[in-house]
């Protein structure tokens, strides 16, 4: 069993910053990407950004420069900082890790979301 914990979301207003959390744990023996999604209502899923397990970073484009991802592999943690936060980033956000269980299967795993809401 794997599981994923965000944490960190809330009510910030537009230009004020959070930051995110989301600790992997459980049957894991390594875990390669991990990456933080958001779903707005009405639409889909969408990237928004992935980091590797070697520090490789990859970005939505319309996010670089504002969201920084970073990681603590010796924690399984994966963060995401928000900085010059607009309305149009209120959303769901999602953590998801790609992870080699204890077993030798590998997977990808999904936390619960946690709320981000940016008032103007």
Known sequence: QVRLVESGGGLVQ???SLRLSCAASGSISSINDMGWYRQAPGNERELVAVITSGGSTNY???LKGRFTISRDNTKNTVYLQMNSLKPEDTAVYYCNAR??????LRGD???QGTQVTVSS
């Open 14 to 16: 537009a230009g004020g």
């Open 60 to 62: 939505a484009d319309s």
């Open 99 to 104: 992870v080699r269980r204890l077993t030798g």
């Open 109 to 111: 795993y999904w936390g």
